[in-house]
């Protein structure tokens, strides 16, 4: 018995002596691993404060692989593949983290943030709006959501559901979108137009009125109904009421508006509003409408003096180009000077070269006028103004 006793009283103190070896071995080994990811992690935010994506997304990739457990760099992994356009990539890694178990409540909602952006940004509208909907049930990430809804819908072109969603933003999140509204309404309208159901028609006007009292397009679209109902003077009300509340915007509306003078019999006071205008706010498409129409109405020897007045006081190649063509039509084919038909085919290129608008918010260049830009989706970005008066 006393001879067990000594063999345990020199036992113990070496089992001791070994567990505290082994835990400092197995302590110094984590440590050791644990030291790899730091290292990466900071020579990724090296790379990526140089400008090196590449050699950032390799060295971010070292360190998942080393630890998986790291739910937020697979979040910024997946960032930076979307952001390099890499969508596919940023797809799964988003996708893998939602897949798992342990996710917490907050990580699993940004990883579907981050998800509905990848489908986004890669185009894949019907994946990102169904992973919107399921954040609609997130307090914290509702109106975001709803934000990025609104997006969707109005790149696919669903103008009611676009109007639905930007009237539950104004009602939950006190946001104002009333002239997106309107916008939407006044699309729905043009379809009803083409139809030919202009009652229809005349409901989304009024309906886009009501969200933006002031906005021109449904304006100009209750005129355009007016004129097709014959209604002349209903629609010369509206179009004049255009000009009341911006001028700038009589170049597009000055063709239906002197048609309707016209047809009520009040041509010369069609010519006198454009010579006003143009005097008070020169613009080359309206001195090209006020040519048309004096060319038509009084002749060519009117209009070529009211290009030489305009000339005078505002050049412009337009007028330069229109002047050159009066004055050689009337020298007839035959003395026509070849130089000068040279001179004019050169100025009407460069001419239809410049007759375009100029987005204002990206610069996005367009031959016709957009109420929405192509380029960056804005509303009401371009100025009713081509690029040779812009410049100038």
Sequence with gaps: MIEIDLWLLVLLPLLFAAGWLARGFEARAKAQEGGVAPRSVFKGLNLLLNEQPDEAIDAFIDVVKLDPEMIDLHDALGNLFR???EFDRAIRVHTHLLNRADLPAKKRTQALVDLGQDYLKAGMLDRAEETFERLLQDHEHRFAALRMLLHVYAVERDWPKAIDCARRLEREAAESHGVSIAHFCCQLAEADIARGDLDAAQRRVDEALSANRKSVRATLMAGDIAHKRQDHQAA????????????????????????????????QEALHMLRKHLQDTPSIDLLDITYQRMTEWEGPEAAETLLRHALQHNPSLLGFERL???????QGAAAADTELSQLRSLLATHTQRLACYRCGHCGFRAREFYWQC????????YPPRRIEELDT
């Design 324 to 330: 050159l063509a009066l004055r050689m039509a009337g």
């Design 236 to 267: 010369t009300a509206l179009w004049l009421g255009v000009l009341q509340t911006d001028a700038s915007y009589l170049p597009l509306v000055a063709k239906r508006l002197t048609a309707a003078l016209d047809a009520l019999g009040r041509r």
């Design 374 to 381: 192509p380029g960056c989706a804005r509303w009401d970005t």
């Design 83 to 85: 952001r390099r356009g």
